[in-house]
């Protein structure tokens, strides 16, 4: 990460930039990419199943099942929105909120369809025809 750093690129890709390190060094590393977003980098990161703490810290998230979107849009409406879909299960208690979605994008993978990306791209249309509607009028 620091030696990429140097160079200040426009756009720093991250692939599990947390991957093998304990609990305390991923916050710190994490916080310390946040802080760099605060000065004007730009960083995009692929995490797998970050602690809750970590979550919070992500400004979009994009989720994806077989390539198809699920979410993409701010981290922090992301349990609002999944719980909207019929398919969709609320979390169990005292799970993490990167944990439940990750068990919900692995449900949806199983399934034949996928009633969640359905449902993303539907609710993606509506609000399409809903702002077309609106300048139309």
Not at 48 to 56: A, E, L, S, V, Y
Not at 73 to 78: E, F, K, Q, R
Not at 85 to 100: F, K, N
Request: charge should be neutral; aromatic fraction near 4%; include cysteine.
């Amino acid at each position: 990460v620091a030696a990429e750093l140097v160079v200040r690129p426009s756009l720093l890709l991250l692939d599990e930039p947390t991957s093998g390190l304990d609990a305390t060094t991923a916050q710190a590393l994490m916080t310390t990419l946040k802080e760099l977003t605060s000065l004007g980098h730009s960083i995009a990161v692929v995490i797998h199943q970050p602690r809750t703490d970590i979550f919070k810290m992500i400004d979009h998230l994009l989720l994806l099942s077989k390539g198809r979107v699920l979410y993409n849009g701010p981290a922090a409406s992301a349990r609002t929105y999944l719980g909207t879909c019929p398919s969709v299960q609320e979390p169990p208690p005292e799970t993490g909120i990167a944990d439940w979605m990750m068990d919900t994008v692995i449900l949806d993978e199983r399934q034949k369809t996928s009633d969640v990306a359905d449902h993303w791209l539907s609710s993606i249309l509506i609000g399409r025809c809903r702002r077309i509607m609106k300048r139309c009028t």
